[in-house]
């Protein structure tokens, strides 16, 4: 899994796959539900950020996207729910460019190649909307206690969605145990990569904040990598 003892440049690999391209898009119909569900997401978002989650209302929310509260609450089950839509958007679009990585890869370079290429769409400008709505998401979760619980169960969504593609990959059950030992070891190395940039990555500029996210993974994931290559296997007793 972590066979690389030297560190590597991911963000290059990245870079050079990027997200996945010329696949068939969605219907007409589709297409709108999409567009309905990112605006309400987005004026949510803005709302939410600039008055507060627990000042803004459902009916404010529905006024802003010029749809009917009844319409929100078809794509939303509650508003906690809108804040935290980026992270199904974040997990599938992770699980999508993972399936652009070359099979020579180890599963976890894989993994942070497709992180990576998420990142650098952003701080290359290619998406800086994106990040700025994760931006919006994390400070009205930090202030919010009702979105930061809700989150929690969020996270299980984008983990979902990176295991089963993973799963895929290997050609493993999602529950193997090779699966969850690099869905939890990737887990475990962003958490303390995003950790020690947190201020920099929720609160500059969208394309400055995606370059210190991307280098704080980076930075993670080659220190991991040196730690393992200077590990010898156990032998069973």
């Known amino acids: 899994m972590l066979d690389s ?9 990245a870079r050079a796959t990027g997200p996945a391209r010329g696949r068939c898009g969605p219907s007409l119909r589709e297409r709108k539900k999409i567009q309905t569900r990112a605006r ?10 600039s008055q507060g989650f627990e000042a803004t209302t459902v009916e ?10 009844r319409t929100v ?17 974040f997990g599938e679009g992770v699980a999508t460019a993972l399936r652009q990585q070359p099979r020579a890869d180890s599963d976890l370079r894989a993994l942070c190649n497709a992180y990576l290429a998420i990142i650098d ?9 994106s990040f700025r709505q994760f ?34 990959r290997t050609g493993d059950a999602p529950g193997a145990l090779r699966v969850r030992l690099v869905v939890a070891t990737w887990q475990m ?3 303390i990569a995003m950790a020690d940039s947190e201020e920099l990555v929720v609160n500059s ?26 590990s010898r296997p156990l032998e069973s007793a």
């Open 5 to 13: 003892p030297a560190p590597i440049d991911v963000a290059a690999d």
């Open 40 to 49: 309400i997401i987005e004026v949510a978002l803005n709302l939410c950020d």
């Open 60 to 69: 404010q929310i529905a006024h802003a996207a010029d749809v009917s509260p």
């Open 73 to 89: 609450n078809r794509y939303f089950e509650t508003k906690e729910d809108i804040i935290l839509g980026p992270i199904s958007d």
């Open 121 to 129: 769409s952003a701080a290359d400008g290619g998406d800086t909307t």
């Open 135 to 168: 931006q919006q998401m994390q400070r009205i979760a930090r202030n919010s206690p009702a979105v930061n619980a809700r989150a929690l169960e969020f996270g299980e969504t984008k983990t979902t969605a990176i295991t089963r593609c993973l799963a895929e």
């Open 189 to 191: 190395l962003c958490h």
């Open 205 to 230: 500029d969208p394309r400055t904040a995606a370059r210190a996210a991307r280098d704080a993974v980076l930075t993670a994931y080659n220190e991991l990598q040196r730690i393992c290559s200077q």
